[in-house]
């Protein structure tokens, strides 16, 4: 592979910054929010960051990644789809489960569902998330699809995951933003108290995970060698 040491370095960057983006959700939680339980208080609330950050944004990344990690090469092709289906499998799962969270907590307080943008957008997400998931693998996993439709859809399936991928992380800007704008209010968020500043660079490394796995994506070189009949 041309550039392996760059691919490594960017490979790793990737991972601190995903692990440091579920590190800083965690201490959000458990340092400024009360930590985490199931009773439709606020700690049930937790649970949304902290899936979605695991699951919509680390986990998801990763899934687009695999393809294109050298030491896989020599795996056969049908098993790095069977990776590839099952981390976005489990990254669903999690993102059902914060979903959930945030109804439940709303609707045990009385709360209003569904009005800002950021529910709207996060919605239609997880729709479109689901869908790519199930036509992926009608598509591209099971033995079905003939070559010619695959092939047709594969670059629609590379373009809306990759569009997912980017409005999941503007997603969470936006959540992030108006979590800290209601919850703050001694001192405010205005005056950067440092629960803000905390959670400010959290959705800058969000930022910065996206931008690398893009990048890390979209260079051609760094593309699985295609085999015969795959
Ligand atoms: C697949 C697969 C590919 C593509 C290709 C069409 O299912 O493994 O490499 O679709 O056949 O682009």
């Given amino acids: 592979m041309e550039d392996y040491g760059r691919f490594l370095a960017l490979l790793a960057s990737a991972l601190l910054v995903g692990f440091a ?3 800083i959700s965690l201490v959000w939680v458990f340092q400024y929010r009360g930590g985490l339980s199931w009773d439709g208080s606020s700690r049930e609330f937790n649970w949304h960051p902290i899936l979605i950050v695991m699951g ?68 239609i997400a997880v729709i ?65 108290p440092p629960e803000a500043i905390l959670v400010n660079c959290l959705g800058l490394l969000l930022v910065i995970f996206g931008a690398l796995i893009l990048w890390m994506v979209s260079r051609p070189h760094w593309k699985r060698p295609r085999e015969e009949n795959a």
């Fill in 128 to 192: 479109c998330y689901c869908l790519q998931l199930f036509f992926g693998v009608a598509v591209f996993l099971l033995p079905y699809a003939p070559v010619r439709l695959r092939a047709a859809l594969m670059p629609i399936h590379v373009y809306s995951g990759l569009t997912i991928f980017g409005t999941v992380i503007a997603t969470c800007l936006m959540g992030i933003t108006e979590k800290l704008i209601f919850s703050l209010s001694n001192p405010p968020y205005s005056q950067s």
């Fill in 21 to 23: 983006s579920v590190v």
């Fill in 56 to 123: 919509f944004v680390f986990i998801q990344g990763i899934a687009i990644i695999v393809y294109r990690l050298p030491w896989t090469w020599k795996c056969s092709k049908l098993l790095m789809k069977f990776i590839h289906a099952g981390l976005n499998t489990i990254a669903m799962i999690l993102v059902i489960i914060a979903i959930v969270s945030a109804f439940d907590f709303h609707n045990a307080n009385n709360n209003p569902n569904m009005y800002s943008l950021h529910s709207w957008i996060g919605l």
